[in-house]
């Protein structure tokens, strides 16, 4: 929020419409710096209109220019003031109105039926829900859409599968599902006539043939139930699924609109519109008739701008499919429909087993169930080893392995570029002592079991107008860093970037244990004395900053641990 100040005041001293301050990595360059001194001609001079400026003098106590930088550094009542500000506003606190009147669409998770919940799809739910809780604090209207696969050719393929092994749809399960799947299609790699039966069982169902229905609707409800587990599990809730299928009857809307614009044509047999020299054409419809994933897409868009009017709508969908939607945002842009939202692809990458891509063929793969479990193994084994306080019974003891659990895998994918590829590692997920999500956890737990201890009858009013405002070095580092919360929210959200929040939080932590290590917080002979309260305030506004950024992760801060 300080940020937004003095970039206002800035704004007027350089004489320019926009300017951007960064956060320096280096805190020797103070809390705010920027590089406007070398784009636009004068630092001094700039210098000399900000000290002029009234507003400004009271939230900044030096500006310095180095390497023709102006670099900030915040005033002692300025933190303050924001110190107060955090015991006040509680959770509140960081919550920003920049989305205001805006609405974003967030579609993601988007697994597909008839096949099991994969680690790609588990990614874009985790990245997915972040984004979309990241977006909500900052005022936007989100929605979620849970784009489910079940619709499509591969559904000719289940189909036949369940046609020729006779099976009894009712009594399947997705493992056997999937089994089906992957066998059906191989076969049909070298067999013609199994993949012309699949495409005919595929134009069945578009040709709404009862019994291709009845099966199809099976197999959803026994798919979707096995989601529904894992959602539960991962405390996932979106708000909207309307799956591929729900576009059946919208797409041929697409198709004349596409026509009447003169974008769509015809080219051996199939419908496609054409994108320019630097991407193959969106096909409509293929040869034999159906309709495409990509039409399916469109008809989305559509069906979304008419009913939210979204600003934006993000995909957060695997890199595989980048090329996927370059062509559907490009085939957007010239249905007209890129005018007043955009579009973006959050493209998360693969997730390695020892360096290397998951593979079937090779038996290197994990499966979703097998890592959740573990998972949970790996938190009970570390709550057996941590000193657990006694009054924690066996209920509580489950649900807190069960945040911790959960907890840790979430964080581990979160922490990492989501277009980067992440290593699967067990050590680092659960590492107590380095960037994990048990560590921040594990440091929340302690900042609430210290105000627990303190005894200070009335936490709330904690008398910060007494202290003397002198800090050591760890108070004051942690001030500045509790002064950048919203700042680093903002940040995550424009670059659709929950490793931002994360590395913010991480570093937040271990000031704070740095700070717990080298001084007492609480006075013993005195626990209400002015510095124990000072002391206890940044330690209230720490616990606060780290619970409430781990929820926006979406992960759950138990209070002890
Ligand atoms: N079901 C698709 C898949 O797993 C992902 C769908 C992503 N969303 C979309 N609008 N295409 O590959």
């Known amino acids: 929020m300080y940020k937004k100040l003095i970039e206002s005041s800035l704004k007027k001293a350089a004489k320019v419409d926009k300017v951007e301050l960064e956060i320096p990595a280096n805190p020797a360059y103070g ?29 900044v106590s030096k500006i310095e220019i180095k390497e023709g930088f102006i670099n900030f550094w915040l005033s002692k009542e300025a933190l303050i003031d924001n110190l107060e500000k955090i015991l006040k506003q509680k959770d509140n606190y960081g919550k920003d109105e920049i989305g205001k009147g805006k609405c974003v669409v967030i579609d993601y998770s988007s697994p597909n039926v008839a096949k099991r919940f994969s680690i790609g799809h588990l990614r874009s739910t985790v990245i997915g829900q972040a984004v979309y809780n990241l977006y909500t604090f900052l005022g936007f209207d989100t929605v979620g859409d849970n784009h489910l696969g079940d619709w499509g050719t591969q559904f000719g393929i289940i189909l036949s599968a369940i046609e020729e092994k006779s099976f009894n749809p009712d009594s399947i399960t997705l493992n056997e599902l ?11 790699k070298e067999n013609l006539a199994l993949k012309e039966k699949a495409k005919d069982w595929f134009k069945r169902l578009e040709d709404k043939d009862k019994k291709a ?46 026509k009447a614009k003169k974008l769509a044509k ?47 709508i993000i995909y957060e969908v695997g890199s595989e499919q980048k090329l996927h939607f370059r062509q559907v945002f490009k085939a957007a842009e010239l249905l007209g429909w890129a005018k007043k939202t955009s579009f973006v692809h959050i493209a998360h990458g693969l997730v390695l087993i020892g360096g290397k891509k998951m593979s079937t063929r090779k038996g290197t793969t994990i499966k979703l169930e097998d890592i959740l479990e573990k998972a949970m193994d790996k938190a009970a084994e570390l709550f057996e080893k941590a000193k657990v306080a006694k009054d924690i019974d066996s209920e509580e003891k489950k649900e807190i392995i069960k945040k911790v659990g959960i907890g840790a895998i979430k964080y581990f994918d979160l922490m990492h570029h989501p277009e980067s590829d992440i290593n699967f ?56 860093i509790l002064s950048q ?54 330690t209230v506004a720490t616990g606060t900053v780290l619970k409430n950024g781990l929820l926006l992760l979406g992960i759950k801060a138990p209070e002890k641990m």
């Open 266 to 312: 015809k080219s051996r047999g199939a419908l496609i519109i054409d994108l320019g020299k630097d991407l193959p054409p969106a096909m409509l419809i293929k040869s034999d008739g159906t309709t495409t994933y990509l039409t399916r897409d469109l008809a989305a868009i559509d069906f979304r701008l008419k009913k939210w009017n979204p600003s934006l």
């Open 31 to 59: 809390d705010f710096s920027t590089n406007i001194g070398l784009k636009k001609g004068n630092p001094e001079e700039i210098k000399k209109n900000l000290t002029k400026d009234k507003s400004l003098s009271q939230i």
């Open 213 to 258: 229905r009845q099966i199809w609707e099976i197999v959803n409800k026994i798919s979707l139930a096995e989601y529904q587990k894992i959602y539960d599990l991962l405390d996932i809730k979106i708000d909207y699924t309307y799956g591929e299928s729900f576009y059946e009857d919208k797409m041929a809307k697409i198709i004349s609109l596409a």
């Open 425 to 480: 590692d067990w050590n680092s997920i659960f590492n107590l002592k380095g960037n994990s999500g048990p560590y921040l956890q594990y440091t929340y737990a302690r900042t609430q079991s210290i105000i627990n201890k303190s005894q200070i009858p009335n936490k709330k009013s904690l008398d910060l107008g007494a202290w003397k405002m002198q800090f050591n070095k760890e108070e004051l580092s942690l001030l500045r």
């Open 485 to 538: 919360y919203q700042d680093v929210l903002v940040n995550a959200a424009k670059n659709y970037s929950p490793n931002i929040l994360c590395s913010y939080l991480f570093n937040l932590a271990q000031k704070y244990n740095t700070f717990y290590s080298k001084h007492r917080i609480l006075d013993i002979s005195d626990k209400s004395s002015v510095m124990s309260q000072f002391r206890l305030a940044i």
């Open 178 to 188: 999937e089994e089906l799947y992957v066998d059906y299609s191989k076969r049909a």
